[in-house]
């Protein structure tokens, strides 16, 4: 496990992650950013590598896409990730629909909605210590500040390999 700051979720042209790296270089906070001009498939084997090792992952999934493949794989990775390592915390945001400028397509717009409920409602069922699903970008950058420095102190006392 790495002391690092995953930043998953929403990707293709959102500007969401500017803040949060701007305020992590601010505090010194490690941050994996998995969203750069010309990715390659070859990039797929660092994001799985972070995915897998990171000790604090973020996944918004925000309304400015359907988020189809994000809520997949939000539900997915924190099932696998807690799998291999349940020291790790998750931050989650799903906003509940997508935006107006995607309801053009009904048939997607509608099943997004659909699958957003469902995430969330299951995610605060399985009521996990270390998953927290919060309402907006700015709660989930303040939870993530805090988390990190957290084990940022108590990162010599844990039980691991931390040169992993």
């Known amino acids: 496990m790495k002391?690092?700051?995953?930043?998953?979720?929403?990707?293709?042209?959102?500007t969401w992650r500017n803040g949060f790296i701007?305020?992590?270089?601010?505090?010194?906070?490690?941050?994996f950013?998995?969203?750069?001009?010309?990715?390659?498939?070859e990039d797929a084997e660092v994001e799985a590598e972070h995915l897998?090792?990171?000790?604090?992952?973020?996944?918004?999934v925000l309304?400015?896409?359907?988020?189809?493949?994000s809520l997949a794989e939000?539900?997915?990775?924190?099932?696998?990730?807690?799998?291999?390592?349940?020291?790790?915390d998750f931050v989650i945001l799903v906003d509940p629909k997508p935006s107006d400028e995607l309801a053009s397509n009904a048939?997607?717009?509608k099943e997004s909605?659909?699958?957003?409920?469902?995430?969330?409602?299951?995610?605060?069922?399985?009521n996990l210590p270390n998953v927290y699903v919060v309402d907006t970008l700015d709660e989930m950058l303040d939870v993530s500040v805090a988390l990190y420095k957290a084990s940022e102190s108590t990162w010599k006392y844990r039980k691991f390999n931390p040169g992993k």
């Open 22 to 31: 701007e305020k992590y270089n601010e505090l010194g906070i490690n941050f």
């Open 74 to 88: 939000t539900g997915f990775s924190v099932a696998q990730a807690m799998r291999l390592d349940d020291r790790r």
């Open 63 to 69: 309304s400015e896409t359907y988020g189809l493949g």
């Open 33 to 41: 950013n998995p969203q750069k001009d010309g990715w390659t498939p």
């Open 107 to 109: 048939a997607l717009y």
């Open 113 to 126: 909605t659909r699958n957003r409920a469902l995430v969330k409602a299951h995610l605060k069922k399985l």
């Open 3 to 14: 002391l690092c700051i995953g930043l998953f979720g929403t990707c293709g042209g959102s």
């Open 52 to 60: 897998a090792d990171d000790s604090l992952i973020l996944f918004p």
